[in-house]
Nanobody
Framework: QVQLVESGGGLVQAGGSLRLSCAAS????????MGWFRQGSGKEREFVAGVSWSGSSTDYADSVKGRFTISRDNAKNTVYLQMNSLKPEDTAVYYC????????????????WGQGTQVTVSS
């Protein structure tokens, strides 16, 4: 089992920045690809960003490319999502997830999920 706890969400004005963190415990953190997903009100959960086991490969949804950066620190068992130039449409609950796959952008391939953290961007 892997336990994931997100933090760093909050209310920010459009154009602002937030940094989300996800602390992992349980199994060996570096055995898992990590991802961030989000779910807005009345919307389906969508992929935001992913990072491979080693951190050498990253993937981003087109909607966040150039604004968001995913990174991981395997020594601290933590994955981060730096979000810049935030827009009202980024408002959602953001979830951290872990996958046994070396790299994935696909929701069903993620095995463990955090409880989510709310991000609200005001216009």
């Amino acid at each position: 089992q892997v336990q994931l706890v997100e933090s760093g969400g909050g209310l920010v004005q459009a154009g602002g920045s937030l940094r989300l963190s996800c602390a992992a415990s349980g199994r060996t953190f570096s055995d898992y690809a990590m991802g961030w997903f989000r779910q807005g009100s009345g919307k389906e959960r969508e992929f935001v960003a992913g990072v491979s086991w080693s951190g050498s490969s990253t993937d981003y949804a087109d909607s966040v490319k150039g604004r968001f950066t995913i990174s991981r620190d395997n020594a601290k068992n933590t994955v981060y999502l730096q979000m810049n130039s935030l827009k009202p449409e980024d408002t959602a609950v953001y979830y951290c997830a872990a996958s046994h796959r070396p790299r994935s952008m696909w929701y069903p391939e993620y095995d463990y999920w955090g409880q989510g953290t709310q991000v609200t961007v005001s216009s």
